[in-house]
């Protein structure tokens, strides 16, 4: 009987790609220090941590701080509203990019398409401070939109009314981003096989059975990946944004985690505190995106990703 034929040895293969591990090394080395070495510093959580002491100076109070914020007044109230703002913000933030590039993929004249690509995508390129002043001058008391609503005998002050904080939070942010993130859909659309689309018509499809039967199971991949991409950031809501749009009148909508811990860490300087909040954000949503990732295998009739 023959002997099967051995494939090549780990040392082998990495001679053979041994000019590709190499390009990886600069890559891996900006990861090690800029996200590993700074995992030293969750120890702060852990401590009594005082700066002139060092992390490793300061005495251990074990799970103390993470005790103290479970049992604070403030506690179920910031969690409630990073996830309302996370999870509303992927529900209505997750499709309209979709819909936007079968649209633009549906356009026959490629001069159009990039016109209205251009004009999309500009919003993504503003930055945080020029929106929010953007939604302050137009929703504010003296507004525009306020005076259209004058014409109708309606009037409300939407940036200290905690009510309207999260949909102008939500929908401001999709019309910044919704261009640019439609691109990879784009991408995936223009790479369909035509032949495809080509038989198709010849079968007398219509465009929304075209969509249907071609474009979405060619889009589903890629869905499925940014969908647990993005599962796996609900927790990570950015403070910039929902800081500047804080009003004295709005905090009970507007305060979430990632606000909590920048005004306990940095301006009340309590580290050790701030450190486990934003730890324990950590955990969660880690906790969300495994979570999330064995739901979409399962979907998927138990194959991986």
């Given at each position: 009987m023959n002997k099967a034929v051995a494939g090549p040895s780990l040392l082998e293969k990495i001679k053979q790609q041994k000019i590709l591990l190499f390009m990886l090394i600069p890559g891996?080395?900006?990861?090690?220090?800029?996200?590993?070495i700074p995992m030293y510093g969750v120890l702060i959580a852990f401590k009594d941590y005082n700066p002139?002491?060092?992390?490793?100076?300061?005495?251990?109070?074990?799970?103390?701080?993470?005790?103290?914020?479970?049992?604070?007044?403030?506690?179920?109230?910031?969690?409630?509203?990073t996830l309302k703002l996370s999870v509303y913000g992927l529900l209505l933030g997750f499709f309209p990019p979709i819909i936007l590039a079968i649209m633009l993929n549906q356009l026959l004249s490629q001069e159009a398409k990039k016109k209205i690509q251009l004009v999309l995508y500009m919003p993504n390129f503003i930055s945080v401070i020029v929106i929010v002043g953007m939604i302050f001058l137009f929703f504010s008391a003296e507004g525009p939109v306020n005076g259209i609503l004058n014409?109708?005998?309606?009037?409300?002050?939407?940036?200290?009314?905690?009510?309207?904080?999260?949909?102008?939070?939500?929908?401001?942010?999709?019309?910044?981003?919704?261009?640019?993130?439609?691109?990879?859909?784009?991408?995936?659309?223009?790479?369909?096989?035509?032949?495809?689309?080509?038989?198709?018509?010849?079968?007398?499809?219509?465009?929304?059975?075209?969509?249907?039967h071609i474009d979405l199971p060619a889009l589903k991949p890629v869905m499925v990946i940014q969908f647990i991409l993005a599962a796996g950031n609900?927790?990570?809501v950015g403070y910039e944004k929902a800081f500047l749009m804080q009003t004295d009148l709005n905090l009970t909508a507007s305060e979430i985690i990632s606000t909590y811990v920048y005004k306990v860490g940095l301006v009340s300087g309590d580290y050790s505190y701030s450190t486990a909040v934003g730890l324990f954000n950590s955990i969660i949503n880690m906790i969300l995106l495994f979570s999330v990732n064995k739901i979409v295998e399962k979907m998927n009739n138990g194959e991986g990703l």
């Open positions: 891996l080395l900006l990861t090690f220090v800029f996200k590993y002139l002491q060092g992390v490793m100076g300061s005495p251990w109070v074990g799970f103390q701080e993470f005790q103290q914020f479970l049992s604070s007044p403030n506690f179920m109230t910031l969690l409630s509203n014409h109708f005998g309606m009037k409300t002050n939407f940036m200290t009314d905690p009510i309207f904080f999260r949909p102008l939070y939500i929908l401001s942010g999709i019309w910044q981003g919704m261009g640019w993130a439609s691109t990879l859909y784009t991408a995936t659309l223009v790479n369909v096989d035509t032949s495809l689309i080509e038989a198709a018509q010849l079968d007398g499809a219509n465009i929304f059975q075209r969509i249907r609900i927790m990570n």
